[in-house]
């Protein structure tokens, strides 16, 4: 379910931009290990997320921002989105 206009949220968990029209919502602790809350992040975020690390070690290891932005592939992506604007798309590349 949404939120209500008023708890809109105003920053994305991840990168902490100011979100745009599109606003995803990414298990902090994925369902699949039994994570219930979800925070709002911006599609490409979300993505980044996904595409560096795996359910196991999001449960593990980066549940929480501080931990997930220490990430060195998810801080470099964070350093290089940083001045984009809240719409801002391109294209992400999964780990090899």
Known sequence: MAPAVSD???GCFLCGRPLGRRVEWHHPVP???GGRATEPVHPICHRTIHAT???????????DPVSLRSHPEIARFLSW??????D????TR???
């Open 88 to 91: 801002f798309h391109a294209p």
């Open 8 to 10: 809109a949220p105003s």
């Open 31 to 33: 369902k699949s290990r």
């Open 94 to 96: 999964r780990r090899r």
């Open 81 to 86: 989105v940083a001045d984009k604007a809240p």
């Open 53 to 63: 690390l795996d359910n196991k070690a999001l449960a593990r290891s980066y549940a």
